[in-house]
């Protein structure tokens, strides 16, 4: 008797787990938008399939959410900063690419820990249902060897990463294992712009070498410079200035302001 009260109890507590609202299952539709509805202070982990890997991130509004994936580049963990922030997030992996609506709240709801923790893809139409085991991966490195790593910062230490170098078309960063990288914007004259970015071996990978970029989390900021970047100078094969009596003449203001005909 005791034993068949024990299956019952441990199957209706596995059922139990399996049904936990926190934790949600969809099957994955080519072209749609999926909404996700999050929570201040949680974060929330989308999960691709296994034999996926996620090559590019780009978030509509990257100072008001933060989008982590993980070192193999299957999962990415997303948290807002802010309450009622609203964008959308586009990920592609070496199969699919995916859409999402984001929205974070603030609602008591949220304090009693109702939060979505985990979305999970499922692939009905995929044809494969009982994969081959795959061959073994080429743990060659795709990282460039030759480096520019002529970096330096100023402001909030604790945004700084832990490896950063370029390599003449590409800037590579690299946070320490389990640390949540910031915000990216490239600078440039002095403007500040929001950049996409991919994933490789470990690396957030900016597909663009710039003077300067500005790391941003919340209220905390911090600067790293490229002291070796040089402008791309014009040669031969570029387009060529102007002798100046051939440039246009600005003409000249008459009375009340008017342009002389």
């Known amino acids: 008797m005791k034993s068949v009260l024990l299956t019952t109890l441990m199957l209706a507590a596995s059922g139990s787990a399996m049904a936990d609202g926190r934790i949600r299952t969809i099957d994955y539709t080519d072209g749609a938008v999926v909404r996700l509805d999050t929570c201040l202070g949680f974060q929330t982990m989308i999960t691709f399939g296994d034999s996926e890997k996620i090559e590019n991130v780009a978030i509509g509004d990257a100072a008001q959410w933060q989008a982590t994936p993980n070192k193999r580049g299957n999962l990415i963990f997303i948290k807002p900063f802010t309450k009622s922030a609203y964008t959308n997030l586009s990920v592609v992996t070496d199969r699919r690419a995916y859409a999402f609506e984001l929205s974070a709240k603030d609602t008591a709801a949220c304090k009693r820990g109702e939060v979505l923790y985990d979305l999970r893809f499922r692939y009905p139409n995929d044809p494969v249902e009982n994969p081959a085991p795959p061959p073994p991966e080429d743990t060659a490195s795709t990282l460039p060897e030759k480096r520019n790593t002529a970096y330096t910062y100023a402001g909030e230490p604790a945004l700084v990463p832990l490896r950063m ?3 003449g078309q590409s800037t590579y960063l690299m946070w320490a294992e389990g640390v949540a990288f910031p915000a990216i914007y490239a600078l440039a004259d002095g ?38 970047f040089v402008p791309p100078a014009l040669d ?19 009375w009340f302001g008017r342009k002389e005909q």
Not at 199 to 216: C, D, H, K, S
């Open 236 to 254: 031969a094969l570029s387009p060529q200035p102007r002798p100046a009596e051939e440039q246009p003449k600005p003409k000249k203001s008459g």
């Open 165 to 167: 170098f370029d390599d």
């Open 191 to 228: 403007k500040e712009s929001l950049i996409n970015f991919g994933y490789r071996e470990g690396f957030i990978v900016i597909e663009q070498v710039g003077p300067a970029f500005i790391l941003r989390r919340g209220d905390l900021k911090a600067t790293v410079y490229n002291d070796a």
